[in-house]
C-alpha cells in the first residue's frame, strides 16, 4: 500500500476514536481522569511532534561537523593536480 | 583462486582487498557533466589517484551533455593522457538529463560495480577505496556517502543535495527502470525503491567541501521540485 493511504489510514482510524470516545458515542462509562487526559491528547500530540522534530533538526544542525581539513587538503591537491596535468600535456 | 572467490568474509587486509578486487571486480565511475571544464581534469586526476594507489580495476565514462564551455574538449585531452581504456568518453548532443546520462553511461559500462559521483569536486575519490571495502564487508548491493554519521560533515554551507553511491551494476539497472521522477529527486526515489527491493544499503561517513570552481545548478525552482518530488514519493511508493 501506497505510504500516504498508510498514513490516511492511520489518521481516519484515530481520528474516529477520539471522537467517538469523547462524545460518548460509544455509551462506555470512562472514568473522570482518563476523560481528562484524552481531551487534549490530539492537541498535545501535535505539539509534542512539533517539537520533536524543531529539536531533532535543532540538534543535527548544531552537531554537524565542520570539515575544515578536507577543504584544505583539497586546495593542496588541486596545485598537485595542475602541476602533473600540465607536465603531461594538458592544456587548461 | 576459487577459495577467494567462495569465501564471503571480509578482507583482511589492505591487500587482500586489492588482491580480490583487480582479479574479479572493474568499477565504472559515471561522470555526467554540464559545464565542467575546471573541475574535470581535478576529478579524474583524483580519481585515477585513488584506484592506482589501491590497485583497484577501474574505468572513467563522462558523459558530456554538450557543454558551450568546452567540456568535451578537455575530456579529449584526459583520454589520450590516461588510454581510452580507462577514459571512455560517450558524449550527447544536448542537456537531457541526470537519469538518461546514466542510462546512458551504463550501456557503455564493462564494471560489474558502478560508481555515480558529481564531477565537480563536491566528493573527494579518496572515499571510492572505502566505499569498496564496506562494500565487500557486508556483502552490500548498494553502498551510499552520508554526511551524517561518523567523521562526515560539510564544509561550506549548503542546502544542496549530492549523491557519491556505489551500485552493484544489476542493482542499478533494475532501479533504474522502475524509477520515475526527473532530475535530483530521482536519485532518492532509486533509496526508496531499493529499500522496497530489499536491497541492502551500507552507509560510509564522508566529507563535502563546496564548490571549488563553476556554478551550481541548483536554484530555488530546484528546491521547489524537490519538495515536490518529494511528495510524489510519499503518494506513489
Known amino acids: 500500500m501506497m505510504k500516504l493511504a498508510q498514513w490516511l489510514w492511520g489518521l481516519a482510524?484515530?481520528?474516529?476514536t477520539w471522537p467517538a470516545l469523547t462524545t460518548g458515542a460509544l455509551g462506555l462509562e470512562l472514568s473522570l481522569s482518563f476523560q481528562e487526559v484524552l481531551w487534549p491528547l490530539p492537541a498535545y500530540l501535535l505539539v509534542s511532534a512539533g517539537c520533536y522534530a524543531l529539536g531533532t533538526v535543532g540538534y543535527c544542525v548544531a552537531t554537524f561537523h565542520d570539515c575544515e581539513d578536507a577543504a584544505r587538503e583539497l586546495q593542496s591537491q588541486i596545485q598537485e593536480a595542475r602541476a602533473d596535468l600540465a607536465r603531461r600535456g594538458l592544456r587548461f | 583462486m576459487?577459495?577467494?572467490e567462495v569465501s564471503g568474509s571480509p578482507p583482511?587486509?589492505?591487500r587482500e582487498l586489492e588482491v580480490r578486487s583487480t582479479l574479479q571486480d572493474k568499477y565504472s565511475v559515471l561522470l555526467p557533466t554540464y559545464n565542467e571544464r575546471e573541475n574535470l581534469p581535478l576529478i579524474v586526476w583524483l580519481l585515477v589517484k585513488?584506484?592506482?594507489?589501491?590497485?583497484?580495476?577501474?574505468?572513467?565514462?563522462?558523459?558530456d551533455d554538450g557543454s558551450p564551455d568546452g567540456t568535451r574538449d578537455v575530456a579529449e585531452q584526459l583520454e589520450k593522457i590516461y588510454g581510452s581504456d580507462r577514459i571512455l568518453l560517450r558524449p550527447r548532443e544536448k542537456k537531457l538529463g541526470l537519469g538518461t546520462a546514466y542510462i546512458h553511461g551504463m550501456k557503455h559500462a564493462t564494471g560489474n560495480y558502478i560508481i555515480i559521483m558529481d564531477a565537480d569536486l563536491s566528493h573527494h575519490p579518496k572515499f571510492i577505496p572505502e566505499f569498496i571495502r564496506k562494500q565487500k564487508e557486508g556483502n552490500f548491493d548498494i553502498v551510499s556517502g552520508t554526511r551524517y554519521k561518523g567523521n562526515g560533515g560539510v564544509y561550506g554551507w549548503d542546502l544542496k543535495r549530492k549523491i557519491i553511491r556505489l551500485y552493484r551494476k544489476e542493482v542499478l539497472?533494475?532501479?533504474i527502470e522502475k524509477c520515475v521522477s526527473k532530475g535530483y529527486v530521482f536519485q532518492m526515489e532509486m533509496i526508496v525503491r531499493a529499500r522496497q527491493l530489499n536491497y541492502t544499503i551500507g552507509e560510509v561517513p564522508i566529507s563535502f567541501v563546496d564548490r571549488v570552481y563553476g556554478e551550481s545548478k541548483l536554484g530555488g525552482n530546484e528546491i521547489v521540485s524537490f519538495l515536490r518530488g518529494l511528495l510524489t514519493l510519499f503518494a506513489t511508493t
Not at chain 2, 585513488?50 to 558523459?63: A, D, L, Q, R, T
Open chain 1, 13 to 16: 482510524i484515530l481520528g474516529s
Open chain 2, 2 to 4: 576459487a577459495s577467494l
Open chain 2, 12 to 14: 583482511r587486509s589492505r
Open chain 2, 50 to 63: 585513488s584506484f592506482s594507489e589501491s590497485g583497484i580495476n577501474y574505468e572513467i565514462i563522462i558523459i
Open chain 2, 173 to 175: 539497472e533494475k532501479l
